[in-house]
Nanobody, 121 residues
Framework: VQLQASGGGLVQAGDSLRLSCAAS????????MAWFRQAPGKEREFVAA????????YYANSVKGRFTISRDNAKNTVYLQVDSLKPEDTAVYYC???????????????WGQGTLVTVSS
């Protein structure tokens, strides 16, 4: 499956964005989807994940209550609504897909190219 992330940009602290990740070339509804992010000089970290039927969602503690992951299987797209952005949310955000849900970057087989979110104070 190929993944294409979009929606990043330069925003101010407190603003919101909606990141999108469009999938092609596979059976989207069979994949668990996740978002990771990588800040400059840091390792890629888990942000959020969602099961194929949207029943189960998982969030990193640092984004819980501010970020919301969702998916539209009819559109082969997963979203990440990011609210109340902080400068420390600045990172390249990557979407990922795998047949299992989890928080470990090592288990995800498919990755998008990333979209940059920059939050100014």
């Amino acid at each position: 499956v190929q993944l294409q992330a979009s929606g990043g940009g330069l925003v101010q602290a407190g603003d919101s964005l909606r990141l999108s990740c469009a999938a092609s070339g596979g059976t989207f509804r069979s994949y668990f989807m996740a978002w990771f992010r990588q800040a400059p000089g840091k390792e890629r970290e888990f942000v959020a994940a969602i099961s194929w039927n949207s029943i189960n969602t998982y969030y990193a503690n640092s984004v819980k209550g501010r970020f919301t992951i969702s998916r539209d299987n009819a559109k082969n797209t997963v979203y990440l609504q990011v609210d109340s952005l902080k400068p420390e949310d600045t990172a390249v955000y990557y979407c990922a897909a795998d047949g299992r849900i989890g928080v470990s970057r090592g288990q995800y087989a498919y990755w998008g190219q990333g979209t940059l979110v920059t939050v100014s104070s």
